[in-house]
């Protein structure tokens, strides 16, 4: 008796907190002959353990989801050396978040408005070990770089939430003062007139 055939369709795992996206998308990827969509995920936490447990070829994720980012989670699997590709999957066409997204190791950053055939060859491209990018965000992606800090961009985008300074200490294991330095450094380099605006500057951007 022969062994069963090995299963050789691409296995990707889709993120996206709006129910009817995340069902379209899937449905997209499955009428494809040679990828299955083995899960799904609402949010950043369901992600980062759905791709640990199923070890999928490609993970497509949007940027902003409860619990974790698309970005967060990216940085994670990175970290773990999972050896999933990432696709950022987003609305947000903006240089920065690119920008975040290649330092997250993400492999694509392509916009929702694409065609849906576009997007399953961005799967079987970066599934191979190729980068794809959307081409005008990348000719715009290094025309102005982020200036914040990692930690900068932590403490102003608890501040842009409404979180006090104290509050801010205690969430990162810093000093009140630390985190005033922190959010005037942010404020200087942004020109803002405070922390409010410097986050609401930094989140245009996609610094945020």
């Known amino acids: 008796m022969n062994p069963p055939a090995k299963d050789t369709r691409i296995r990707v795992i889709v993120a996206e907190d709006q129910v009817m996206v995340l069902g379209a998308l899937s449905a997209l990827l499955e009428i494809e002959g040679d990828m299955t969509v083995v899960a799904q995920a609402r949010n ?3 992600a980062l353990a759905a791709v640990l447990a199923h070890k999928p070829d490609v993970f497509i994720t949007d940027i902003e ?15 773990r050396r999972t050896g999933t590709r ?3 999957l987003t609305t947000f066409a903006r240089a920065g978040y690119l920008r975040r997204a290649l ?14 055939e576009e997007l399953a060859d961005a799967v079987r491209r970066v599934q191979r070990g190729l980068r794809v990018i959307d081409p005008e965000l990348a000719t715009e992606a290094w025309s102005e770089p982020d200036p914040l800090t990692d930690r900068e961009r932590q403490v102003l985008r608890l501040a842009g939430e409404g979180t006090s300074s104290v509050d801010i200490a205690d969430q990162l294991s810093l000093s009140e003062g630390t985190v005033r330095n922190y959010l005037s450094e942010a404020i200087s380099k942004l020109g803002a007139a405070n922390r409010i605006e410097a986050a609401r500057i930094a989140r245009t951007k996609g610094w945020l």
Request: hydrophobic share 45%; proline share 3%.
């Open 103 to 116: 330092d997250a190791g993400a492999s694509g950053y392509l916009l929702k408005d694409m065609r849906a």
């Open 44 to 46: 950043g936490k369901e």
């Open 86 to 88: 990432v696709i950022i």
């Open 65 to 79: 989801m409860p619990e974790l980012s698309g970005l967060d989670v990216a940085a994670e699997l990175k970290r």
